[in-house]
């Protein structure tokens, strides 16, 4: 926090008689969040306090251009990871994934919140559906603390890299659509032409997930 506050500052005198800078029309800014984490963009800026206004902006890894994208945080920071991490890596390895893909679904379906259940019925760190467990064995019988089976992290990590891995082995590899398969089933990526179907939420999701897994997998040095 102390550099992010030293550098911002910074910005702020070397730029305070410039004025916002347009690109296109439109103003580049950036400005630090409260967990250090840079944001930029070109759009309308966030109500936020501490905006710096910059001439030229080197866009953070993994952001889109047009867009206040932040970049991911490093896993050993984000809440809930070491607990899961167990489970998560030997899940992959046990299908022969990259852990870092596994991890990267992971965090786009539950922010490795091994609680979590959505409103459409996904359960659980990987969003696994009922049928989709059923699909691989794990049937509606509860866990002893009275919830679906599948809830438990280590049966979800498991359930979902086998999910994943069969999704790539229908793909031929391609991680762009195995990820897309995840989220809006197999079915609907086999309809649109084995193509990321044009759905606005799988599209952003497929999107973040590989975001995620290429930061993760190529970290900043």
């Known amino acids: 926090m102390a550099r992010s506050f030293i550098r911002a500052a910074a910005l702020w ?9 347009f690109a296109d ?4 800014w950036e400005f630090v969040d409260g967990e250090g984490v ?10 936020q306090r501490g905006v710096i206004w910059l001439h030229q902006v080197p866009m953070a890894r993994g952001a ?8 991911p945080k490093p896993l050993s920071k984000m809440v809930g990871f070491e607990q899961v991490k167990p489970h998560l890596e030997s899940a992959a390895l046990s299908e022969s994934l990259d852990p870092m893909l596994v991890m990267a679904v992971a ?17 659980g760190l990987m969003q696994i559906m009922p049928a989709t467990a059923a699909r691989y064995g794990v049937a509606a019988g509860a866990s002893p603390d ?6 438990e992290p280590r049966i979800n990590a498991q359930v979902g890299s086998r999910y994943l891995a069969d999704l790539l082995r229908l793909f031929d590899g391609d991680k762009e659509l195995a990820v897309a398969a995840y989220n809006a089933g197999e079915g609907a990526v086999i309809k649109h032409g084995r193509r990321i179907p044009p759905y606005p939420e799988t ?3 497929v999107e973040k997930v590989m975001r995620l897994y290429k930061t993760w997998s190529d970290p900043l040095p």
């Open 146 to 151: 009275g919830r679906h089976a599948v809830m």
């Open 13 to 21: 005198l070397s730029l305070l008689c410039a004025g916002p800078v």
């Open 64 to 71: 889109v251009a047009g867009q206040g994208a932040a970049s």
């Open 203 to 205: 599209q952003k999701y």
């Open 107 to 123: 965090a786009a379906e539950s922010a490795f919140n091994a609680d979590a259940v959505s409103h459409k019925g996904a359960l």
């Open 25 to 28: 029309g439109k103003a580049i």
């Open 38 to 47: 840079v944001h930029i963009g070109n759009a309308v800026p966030p109500a």
